[in-house]
C-alpha cells in the first residue's frame, strides 16, 4: 500500500476499537491525536476514509442506531438478536463514540487540504 507504517496501525487500531467499544464498552482510541502524532497526509487519511474499515465503523453505527430506534421488521428483529446484550443508552454511547472517529479523520482530512493554512479569525 502507500500508506506510511504508523497509519497502516490506524486499521488495526480502529477496528479493535469497534470490538471493544461493543463487547467491552471501554471507548480509549482517538484517532484524531492519532493522525497528527503521525503526521499522516490527507492522501492516506482519504484512503482511511474510503477503507472497508470506516466503512465496517459507519455500518455498525448505522445498524445500532437501527436497534434503538427499534421495530417489528425482519430488520429490526436481526438487530434485536446481534445487539440484545446491549441497553438503549449504551448503544447511544458507542454510536456517539463510533461517529466521532469517523468525524476525527473527516476534520484531520479537510484541515489538511493542500494550500490552505489556518488562520485565526476573530469573531
Known amino acids: 500500500t502507500t500508506l506510511s507504517k504508523p497509519i497502516d496501525d490506524v486499521y ?6 469497534l470490538d471493544v467499544a461493543i463487547l ?3 471507548f ?3 484517532l484524531y491525536p ?3 502524532h503521525a503526521k499522516a497526509t490527507r492522501k492516506s487519511t482519504l484512503e482511511f476514509l474510503e477503507s472497508t474499515t470506516a466503512r465496517a465503523i459507519e455500518d455498525t453505527a448505522h445498524d445500532l442506531e ?3 430506534k427499534g421495530g417489528k421488521d425482519s430488520e429490526h428483529t436481526q438487530l434485536r438478536e446481534a445487539y440484545h446484550f446491549l441497553s438503549k443508552p449504551e448503544a447511544r454511547k458507542i454510536v456517539k463514540y463510533l461517529r466521532g472517529i ?3 479523520a473527516k476534520r484531520y482530512e479537510w484541515e489538511h487540504r493542500p494550500g490552505r493554512r489556518k ?3 476573530a469573531k
Open 66 to 68: 437501527e436497534y434503538i
Open 102 to 104: 469517523i468525524d476525527d
Open 34 to 36: 492519532l493522525l497528527t
Open 12 to 17: 488495526e487500531l480502529a477496528e479493535r476499537a
Open 119 to 121: 488562520k485565526s479569525i
Open 28 to 30: 480509549l482510541f482517538k
Open 24 to 26: 467491552e464498552k471501554r
